[in-house]
C-alpha cells in the first residue's frame, strides 16, 4: 500500500519526483500557475525570476494561483480618460503596489516619467512610435529591476499605443506624473 501512495505523486508529476508545489510561485518551473510564457514577448521566460515565470502570476483569469497582492489586473481606458478620480484612485492603487513588492528607486520612475513627457511632446506622426519605445523601456526596467508592480503600466500602455488617441496618451502622462507625486 505504501508503494502505490508512492506512485500517485509521480504519476500527478509527470514520472518525476518532486516535493508539492508548496512555496512556489504560480507558474515556477515546470508549473501550470496560468499557462506558459507571455505571447506578445519575444524570448518568452528571459525575465524569469526566483518566484516564477515572468508573464504569469494568475492575474489573467479567475482561479489562476495568484501569487500578487490583490489589485484591479487591468486598467480601463476609456475610464481613465473620463474620470479623473479613476486616475487619481489607479495611481494610488500603483503607489501602494510598489510599496508592497518592489524595491523600485524614485529615479528609475522619474528617468520613465521623463521619456514618457518627451513622448507625448512628439509630433502627431511620431507619437505612437515613441510610445511604443517607451513601452519597451518600461519592460526592460520591469524585468531588470523585478518591479512587477509597473506590469498593470504596462499593460495599460499598450491599449495606449494601440488606440493612438491624443487624449490617451495625455492620461498615461497624467497618471504617470501622479504616480511620481504620490511615491515622493
Known amino acids: 500500500m505504501a508503494e502505490t501512495e508512492e506512485k500517485k505523486p509521480d504519476e500527478r508529476k509527470g514520472g518525476e519526483n518532486r516535493?508539492?508545489?508548496?512555496?512556489?510561485?504560480?507558474?515556477?518551473?515546470?508549473?501550470s500557475?496560468?499557462?506558459?510564457?507571455?505571447?506578445d514577448r519575444p524570448g518568452g521566460d528571459r525575465g524569469r525570476g526566483p518566484g516564477g515565470d515572468r508573464g504569469t502570476g494568475g492575474s489573467r483569469g479567475p482561479?489562476?494561483?495568484?501569487?500578487?497582492?490583490?489589485?484591479?489586473p487591468e486598467m480601463d481606458l476609456e475610464k481613465l480618460i473620463s474620470d479623473p478620480l479613476y486616475l487619481d484612485n489607479q495611481a494610488h492603487?500603483?503607489?501602494?503596489?510598489?510599496?508592497?513588492?518592489?524595491?523600485?528607486?524614485?529615479?528609475?520612475?522619474?528617468?520613465?516619467?521623463?521619456?514618457?513627457?518627451?513622448?507625448?511632446r512628439a509630433p502627431e506622426g511620431e507619437r505612437q512610435h515613441e510610445f511604443v519605445m517607451v513601452r519597451a523601456r518600461l519592460?526592460?526596467?520591469?524585468?531588470?529591476?523585478?518591479?512587477?508592480s509597473l506590469d498593470a503600466l504596462e499593460r495599460l500602455?499598450?491599449?495606449?499605443?494601440?488606440?493612438?488617441?491624443?487624449?490617451?496618451?495625455?492620461?498615461?502622462?497624467d497618471l504617470f506624473e501622479a504616480i511620481i507625486a504620490y511615491n515622493e
Open 19 to 31: 516535493p508539492p508545489r508548496e512555496g512556489r510561485g504560480a507558474g515556477g518551473p515546470g508549473g
Open 33 to 39: 500557475g496560468g499557462g506558459g510564457p507571455r505571447g
Open 63 to 72: 482561479g489562476g494561483g495568484d501569487r500578487r497582492p490583490d489589485g484591479p
Open 93 to 120: 492603487v500603483v503607489v501602494s503596489r510598489m510599496r508592497d513588492m518592489d524595491s523600485g528607486t524614485k529615479s528609475q520612475l522619474r528617468r520613465l516619467y521623463n521619456a514618457v513627457r518627451r513622448a507625448t
Open 139 to 148: 519592460a526592460y526596467t520591469i524585468a531588470r529591476h523585478s518591479l512587477r
Open 157 to 173: 500602455l499598450l491599449q495606449v499605443t494601440r488606440k493612438n488617441d491624443t487624449r490617451g496618451y495625455e492620461r498615461f502622462r
